[in-house]
């Protein structure tokens, strides 16, 4: 098993050379590419191996060692002076290391810290200094050796929170990280794909790549935030005594900035509160979009700044605590293909066990098999592992620098591999050809179609389902409402189970619409899409007549998901022809007691975490939701500033630190069970 960050103790000269020599040459390709083979973590690791092997044996240190130099030492370096020399962050590791840092800074300053700390995220991107002049965007530099840096004026124009006029004729110059947001990471490799350019391997590697390209046919997309200004040409610097009433005053230029972040920017009074908000923000980050490999803590106060100094690459009255890795290089070893519920086809990487984050990652998604074949990823290749916010860890683009010629192609599917019939790529991605309807979708989608929040019909697992398929009296949902006695009966092998299915059918008809739709199993629809189509067009017969464009009408549903989501429904109808004809409900109960306006929850948004009691007791996800909407309210899953109230149950966790950091409100399962009683009786 491989570990993502060892700090191997180097035990003579050579290793030491050795290490440095591998420093040197990731730092370099990372600069030069934008794509290092190493991870943060390992390079972090590999960097602090080399300083205590220097500490020990000072007549070895080479020159050129990294530790000597910030960026590494050889960032491309460009010949644009820093008048303010840019520079990086000394790091701590855990509540023992701020400890002692915040020991030696109050040794600096000749007391205790009277001006607070502000915490903010460490974003994960590149350094950047952009110059105003007059209000004018003039110049981007980037960090290069902090000394001079290279002109990356190109890029002005490309970076969402970097305007290129400032609403006041203000001449200064605005430091912080350029990055690419999770989505615009994304978008970028479709781009890229489609431009036939070698997928970026993360979004570090690809700003550093972006931000250094010129005359490219196509344009990236990334985002600023802003962590520091500094003087330029002697011009009038803000007005302000410290860190937070400076970044203030940018941030009303409406430049983005670290406290425009969903982190934010807290100023804390003492190191204990810094180490509770530090954690805090770890549980913030998986839901971040975008990533921060740690927090930034610096003395709020200028003059405590000031009298605190500076060591050659670092400034004393900041510090970096780094947070876990949630990135480790590992060995791709196979690809397993599944089939999901809609027939959809995906690739899911077997990988060579590696730490991350805590736990160990054995399977990644590798998404679709066309990221496969545009990223030419091999059996054998070193890859990146990512764990975001997402359940299932992420595979980005191989390493091909580690390659070395023992890798094996991935061989696409011909076909479906799980019922052998023919695939279908026309709509953009990989679908076995027999659908839903048909083929190896069927039993899945029986399966989902009874489950809870469809059709909700217990005792028909999947045992019974698929012995209903081989006797071929089921070949869609429809079926089911349409089975005797006798042939559940044969099926189970038990008169009595028959008896409760057919009990459990019956129940099942007078299911509300959105359930009933849902388990049709459309493509592209879920739970949540599934209950605002229904409630938008009331019956089943409405939903059937509206066009790509009506359905794309429907609340929080993607218009360009329309016409496949309409062309599903047209395919469909002999199956709600079989349901409404065995008498199942086609209608969406129409809620008592007026106008929604009258309902206990108009008008707010709510989001529900941890686990349900009380009167709620065993009550899902799903089940919830459809609460909050009976009661008039809208149901989110994530929190953000638009939510306003959160239901917090047992074990509630990020979601309730994030909703204290908005100000949300913020009820217990029994207040909030109160508040919508009149929908729960
Ligand atoms: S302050 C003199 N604040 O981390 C002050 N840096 O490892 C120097 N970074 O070079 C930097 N987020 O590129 C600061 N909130 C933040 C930051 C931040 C990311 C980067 C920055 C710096 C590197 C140091």
Known sequence: MTTAAPVAPLTDRTAYEKAVEEALSASAAYHRAGDSHLDDASYDALARSISVYEREHPDHIRADSPTGKVGGG????????????????????????????GASLNRRIDGPVTGGYAVEPKLDGAAIAARYRDG????LVGRGDGAHGEDLSHAIGTIVGLPSQLPDRVTVEIRGEVLLTRAQFQTANEIRAAHGAKLFSNPRNGTAGTLRAKDRPYVIETTFFAYNAVPLDDAEFFDGETHEAVMRQ????????????????LVCGSLAEVQTRVEEIQTLRAELPFGIDGVVIKANRFSEQRAAGFATRHPHWAIAYKLAAVEAQTKLVGVEWNVGRTGIIAPRAVLEPVE????????????NPAFIRDSGLMIGDTVMVWKTGDVIPRVEAPVTSLRTGAETEIVLPKACPKCHGGIDTSGGRWECAGGVDGGCGLLPSLKYAVGRDQFDIEGLGVTYLKALVDADLVSDVG?????????????????????????????????????VFCALGIVRTGRTLSREIA????????????????????????????????????????????????????????????????????????????????????????????????AGGTASGSVSKKTTILVAGEGAGSKLAKAEQFG????????????VADQLS
């Open 74 to 101: 050889v960032a491309p370096v460009g010949d644009v002076a820093h008048r303010v020399p840019m520079l990086s962050l000394d790091n701590v590791f855990d509540s023992e290391g701020l400890e002692k840092w």
């Open 136 to 139: 004018q965007l003039v110049q």
């Open 250 to 265: 940018v941030a009303d230029l409406g430049v983005q900035t670290t406290e425009t972040t969903e982190v934010g920017l």
């Open 356 to 367: 991350v984050d805590g736990s160990t990652v054995t399977y990644a998604t590798l998404h």
């Open 479 to 515: 079926d089911l409402f349409l089975l005797t006695r006798a042939q559940l009966a044969g099926a189970t092998g038990s008169e009595k189970r028959a008896d409760s299915l057919l009990a459990e059918f019956e129940k099942a008809k007078q299911q509300p619409l959105n359930r």
């Open 535 to 630: 409630r938008h067009f009331g019956t089943m017969s409405q939903i059937q007549a509206a066009d790509a464009a009506a359905l794309a009408e429907v609340n929080k549903l993607p218009g360009a998901n329309a016409p496949k989501i309409a062309a599903h429904i047209a395919v469909m109808a002999s199956v709600i022809e079989k349901l409404a004809g065995a008498g199942v409900n086609m209608t969406e109960r129409v809620s008592s007691g007026g106008g929604s306006a009258s309902k206990p929850l108009a008008g707010e948004v709510v989001v529900v975490t941890g686990g349900m009691h009380g009167p709620l007791a065993g009550r899902n996800r799903n089940e919830m939701n459809e609460l909050i909407e009976n």
């Open 664 to 675: 949300t409100k913020i009820l217990s399962e029994l207040e909030f069970a109160e508040l």
